[in-house]
């Protein structure tokens, strides 16, 4: 079966950046679409980007014109870059891979703290 492996979570202080990668441990029926969510303590998981196979990408009005999804050279690989980060992005992230038209696949997931 296809594992979802993230990287690059931490602590950071407000107003750093962290760059969060997802990969995909072997080939896939034909991507859909790659995403990202996060789920802090207490919460629901909430949808925070989104970006499909024709490169049409959307965002949550919390992180808009903060954090940018993107597709890396290896076509099994997602990144989501968060600068600006706030305190309230403190979660657990988790990347979604949609392929074949009906198979989800998600991370693990990776904590991302944010202090204020």
């Known amino acids: 079966q296809v594992q979802l492996v993230e990287s690059g979570g931490g602590l950071v202080q407000a107003g750093g950046s962290l760059r969060l990668s997802c990969a995909a441990s072997?080939?896939?029926?034909?991507?859909?679409?790659w995403a990202w969510y996060r789920q802090a303590p207490g919460k629901p998981r909430e949808f925070v980007a989104r970006t499909t196979d024709g490169s049409v990408t959307g965002y949550a009005r919390s992180v808009q014109g903060r954090f940018a999804i993107s597709r890396g050279s290896a076509k099994n690989t997602v990144y989501l870059q968060m600068n600006s980060l706030k305190p309230e992005d403190t979660a657990v992230y988790y990347c979604?891979?949609?392929?074949?038209?009906?198979?989800?696949?998600w991370g693990q997931g990776t904590q991302v703290t944010v202090s204020s």
């Open positions: 072997q080939d896939t029926y034909r991507v859909n679409e």
């Open positions: 979604k891979l949609t392929a074949g038209g009906i198979y989800e696949y």
